[in-house]
């Protein structure tokens, strides 16, 4: 299955008209949605492995939720919220930088011996090294991985946001974190050098 | 690797998200199976890596004031027009004046204290903690909305909305006429964890407002809005955040 396939805007997000919308409404917003401006960052700057673009695309986000707020009939703010930062940045790398998107997501990794929980801890204690792990993998991986493990995302939000079946949650992560145990244990040889 | 486990079920038992029965027996294959020993410690020590690390990336202040300038210019009535602080609080205060209210009475937000609740905090309280006297709980009690509702039938001249949020982990308990503020109300009582909430339904002319902040006075915390036409106050000795949880399911 290619990443594009899944690519396009929600239904809630598009076609509908922009409400104008009054001081009630930015009450509202304020309370139940921009607390989450935290989570729209975080999740926009490891989409876009980018501080500088994540910030910008973060905001485009939240003023596009608010645009867009009449269609949010309550539950969970913090997913429709980054529903939508997940629908802008994945927009923003398809104009930007569209080869990005063209990995596999259902790539069969060769089976391989589970690494010790001792080398990992040794590798995964170099932030700058886990960084660099968690930028190689397709954004498909790195987006469950970021809402599980930084943002704290139960499967059901994570399918509401990324918009993959809830019963395939828990092998996209499977597959994530061995995806990223790979990338921390076989750091390329010229990283290897750099860091010697 | 070959056990089909590691690459299954341990994620959703790391997750917590298995149920009982299999995370139970997850930890029985687990006593067995080397191989998902090794690989569950290896899962644990990268999620600790990576929550440790500090990965998270915070919004900027910078961020925040431009979305905030952002949202002024999409909202309707702030376009182009800063009220100053105080003038919202002068405002507020001769709104507080001129409707007599008492220094005990609802603290709602300025901006709302054009519309005060037709009740005082003190009533409210009174009723929670009367209410949790010995038979005092419930006229009708029921976990069935669809007995519930009927029941304030002909009892009052408007029908509270009652919804059931077992699922959610607010379980109805069942509902009761009372009294505040000389007018006659809908309780309808819910648990959480043995704590008991009280939300109390009033019609009102008012329009709608968001869920306002909690009050807290002896122990008890409050959490007052109104929606179509129907004002809620819903008080309990439960943390806030429990509290606001329900506020937000019966505002949808």
Not at chain 1, 34 to 60: K, M
Not at chain 1, 134 to 152: D, K, Q, S
Not at chain 2, 92 to 103: D, M, N, Q, T
């Amino acid at each position: 299955m290619l990443v594009q396939a899944v690519l396009p805007m929600s239904g809630s997000d598009q076609g509908k008209g922009e409400d104008v919308l009054d001081a009630q409404d930015r009450a509202r917003f304020e309370q139940l949605v921009l607390p989450h401006l935290d989570a729209a960052c975080n999740l926009a700057r490891w989409l876009l492995r980018s501080r500088a673009d994540s910030q910008d695309v973060a905001q485009e986000a939240m003023l596009r939720a608010y645009r867009f707020f009449r269609g949010f009939h309550g539950g969970d703010a913090r997913a429709w919220l980054l529903q939508i930062v997940r629908n802008t940045c994945y927009t923003w790398l398809e104009k930007n930088r569209p080869v990005e998107l063209m990995t596999e997501f259902d790539e069969e990794l060769h089976p391989q011996p589970s690494t010790s929980p001792e080398a990992l801890a040794i590798a995964g204690d170099n932030r700058e090294r886990l960084t660099r792990a968690l930028e190689t993998l397709p954004p498909r991986f790195r987006e469950v991985l970021v809402l599980r493990e930084l943002e704290g995302c139960s499967y059901k939000e994570i399918a509401s946001i990324t918009a993959i079946p809830i019963g395939t949650v828990m092998s996209a992560l499977a597959r994530a974190r061995q995806r990223l145990q790979r990338a921390l244990t076989h750091a390329s040889p010229q990283e290897a050098s750099r860091e010697l | 690797m070959s056990c089909d486990f590691t690459r299954t079920v341990l994620h959703g038992y790391l997750d917590g998200e298995l149920d009982a029965t299999g995370a139970a027996e997850f930890e029985r294959h687990l006593e067995c199976c080397r191989e998902c020993t090794t690989a569950l410690g290896a899962e644990e020590s990268l999620r600790s890596s990576l929550q440790r690390s500090g990965l998270y990336e915070n919004a900027p202040i910078a961020l925040r004031k431009k979305i905030r300038a952002g949202l002024d210019a999409a909202t309707a009535s702030s376009r182009g027009i800063r009220i100053p602080a105080w003038r919202l609080i002068a405002v507020a205060a001769a709104v507080l004046v001129v409707a007599g209210v008492s220094w005990f009475s609802w603290p709602g937000p300025a901006k709302d204290s054009a519309s005060t609740a037709p009740f005082t905090v003190a009533e409210i309280i009174d009723a929670h903690v009367r209410s949790l006297q010995p038979g005092h709980l419930t006229d009708v009690a029921s976990t069935d909305q669809h007995t519930v509702k009927p029941w304030f039938n002909g009892k009052l001249a408007f029908v509270p909305p009652v919804k059931d949020f077992a699922d959610e982990g607010f379980p109805l308990v069942g509902g009761r006429l009372d009294v505040l503020g000389g007018q006659n109300v809908a309780a309808l009582v819910y648990s959480r964890r043995k704590h008991i909430i009280n939300v109390f339904v009033l019609p009102t002319r008012e329009t709608d407002t968001p869920i306002h902040p909690p009050g807290l006075r002896q122990g008890y915390q409050w959490r007052h809005w109104r929606r179509q036409g129907m004002e809620y106050c819903a008080i309990s000795d439960v943390s806030d955040s429990d509290l606001y949880e329900l506020a937000q399911l019966m505002y949808q």
